[in-house]
Nanobody, 124 residues
Framework: QVQLVESGGGSVQAGGSLRLSCAGS????????MAWFRQAPGKEREGVAA???????VYADSVKGRFTISRDNAKNTLYLQMDSLEPGDTAIYYC??????????????????WGQGTQVTVSS
């Protein structure tokens, strides 16, 4: 049974940093593309960053240069380092896993397993 568990969310002032983690289990982590999505109140869920099984990455324009996605296949864990946070980054952040050896970038259709989400709140 595929399970994704996010952690590391919280409240921070603008300009601060947070590091999100997502622990995967029940599947072969190293073969899956992984991604972070977020959903702000009243808005649709959007892709933030994604990483291939070979650690290639793609970012939404709104977070380029501020966020870094990475993975540790030995620990079955996905990370999102968020620096220079802005109030517009406030959202619930979700970890997602795609089918093995596929790549859909930041398209939600490319991901079939989702975590429960972790809240990130950035105050000005």
């Amino acid at each position: 049974q595929v399970q994704l568990v996010e952690s590391g969310g919280g409240s921070v002032q603008a300009g601060g940093s947070l590091r999100l983690s997502c622990a995967g289990s029940g599947f072969t982590f190293s073969t899956r593309p992984m991604a972070w999505f977020r959903q702000a109140p009243g808005k649709e869920r959007e892709g933030v960053a994604a990483i291939t099984s070979g650690s290639g990455t793609v970012y939404a324009d709104s977070v380029k240069g501020r966020f870094t996605i990475s993975r540790d296949n030995a620990k079955n864990t996905l990370y999102l380092q968020m620096d220079s946070l802005e109030p517009g980054d406030t959202a619930i952040y979700y970890c997602a896993a795609g089918a093995a050896w596929t790549w859909r970038g930041l398209s939600q259709t490319g991901y079939n397993s989702w975590g429960q989400g972790t809240q990130v709140t950035v105050s000005s």
